[in-house]
Nanobody
Framework: QVQLVESGGGLVQPGGSLRLSCAASRSILSTRAMGWYRQAPGKQRELVARIFGDGTTNYPDSVKGRFTISRVNAKNMVYLQLNSLKPEDTAVYYC?????????????WGQGTQVTVSS
């Protein structure tokens, strides 16, 4: 089991920046990957950033070049830097951890943090 707690959301103007934080209750070294997803009202949850244990990252085209995911293993923390925010980035952002035990992958989720981009 891994418990995840997000923080750092809020209201920001278009073009602004935010940094989201995700604190894990256990070592993230044992995870296959850590990620951030978002869900806007009436839409499906979508991946916005993922980082693997070797540091490899991937992003969808909608956020590439604007969002950056990072991890500090020693602190069991994962961050998401959001720059050049747009109103369409408004959503609840969720931290995700993927652990694989005996070949079975399990997903763990935080409670989410609201990001609102509006003037």
């Amino acid at each position: 089991q891994v418990q995840l707690v997000e923080s750092g959301g809020g209201l920001v103007q278009p073009g602004g920046s935010l940094r989201l934080s995700c604190a894990a209750s256990r070592s993230i070294l044992s995870t296959r990957a850590m990620g951030w997803y978002r869900q806007a009202p009436g839409k499906q949850r979508e991946l916005v950033a993922r980082i693997f244990g070797d540091g490899t990252t991937n992003y969808p085209d909608s956020v590439k070049g604007r969002f950056t995911i990072s991890r500090v293993n020693a602190k069991n923390m994962v961050y998401l830097q959001l720059n050049s925010l747009k109103p369409e980035d408004t959503a609840v952002y969720y931290c995700n951890a993927v652990k694989v035990v005996a070949g079975i992958a399990s997903d763990y989720w935080g409670q989410g943090t609201q990001v609102t981009v509006s003037s």
